[in-house]
């Protein structure tokens, strides 16, 4: 399975914009980029994934590179609900769908 | 919304005793995961059920954990005897696509041994 690499912590101001950075530069073709959070003391929980294209839903927007080595998860106004850990995850497309979490970006959110 | 469940919230043994976590997941939710999360780290996968079968369980230390699913609903897993090393939140999950689906989380078990 192809790696990836995120920053260990990230700080942001409240309703200011957040860009979370991963990089898989192994990815493969068919592999999906996932993103999940997980809130203290509460399980992961799924916040967007993409192959190619960008990608926006109520939570967050995907931006994915052109060669698809690298990705942001763009949280547009941070809450201090977005207090979490969040997770770039590789899926490979017809596979068993196992998510292999690394140990995530934590991210801090100051009022 | 529906969710997953898992009982108890929390459980505090003493090594060499049996302990069991018990997972209900999203109704019609045919793939149902379990994942140990020791503190700092992510979660890692113990096994994958598809229906009742198994159909990913290489790292579940099976001398110790054994996993159930009978009906292909509900699930449990046991660890047998319990190690210091066991300490760690166990998560349920379960989804409705089992190749890259969304994962539906449960809050999970906090196990501590003593």
């Known amino acids: 399975d192809a790696k990836t690499t995120q920053p260990n912590s990230m700080e942001s101001n409240e309703e200011e914009p957040v860009h979370l950075p991963c990089n898989h530069s192994?990815?493969?073709?068919?592999?999906?980029i996932h993103w999940y959070r997980q809130l203290p003391s509460q399980g992961p929980e799924y916040v967007i994934h993409?192959?190619?294209s960008n990608v926006n839903n109520r939570m967050a927007s995907l931006a994915i590179a052109e060669d698809r080595k690298s990705s942001t998860l763009i949280l547009h106004r941070a809450t201090l609900r977005d207090a979490a850990v969040y997770y770039c995850i590789l899926i490979r497309g017809g596979s068993q769908g196992n998510l292999i979490f690394g140990k995530g970006t934590k991210l801090s959110v100051k009022p | 919304e529906a969710e997953v469940a898992q009982s108890p919230r929390y459980k505090i043994t003493e090594k060499s005793q049996a302990v069991a976590f018990w997972c209900d997941p999203i109704?019609?939710?045919?793939?149902l995961y379990w994942y140990r999360q020791i503190l700092g780290q992510g979660p890692e996968l113990l096994v994958q059920?598809?229906?009742?079968?198994?159909?990913?369980d290489s790292q579940l230390p099976k001398d110790r954990f054994s996993a159930e699913r009978l009906k292909g609903v509900d699930s449990t897993l046991k660890i047998q005897p319990a190690e210091l090393g066991d300490s760690a939140m166990y998560l349920c999950?379960?989804?409705?696509?089992?190749?890259?689906?969304?994962?539906?989380f449960g809050p999970g078990t906090r196990l501590t041994v003593l």
């Open positions: 192994t990815i493969s073709g068919t592999d999906y």
């Open positions: 109704s019609g939710h045919a793939t």
């Open positions: 059920f598809q229906d009742e079968s198994v159909v990913d």
């Open positions: 993409g192959l190619t």
């Open positions: 999950a379960s989804s409705l696509v089992r190749d890259w689906g969304e994962q539906f």
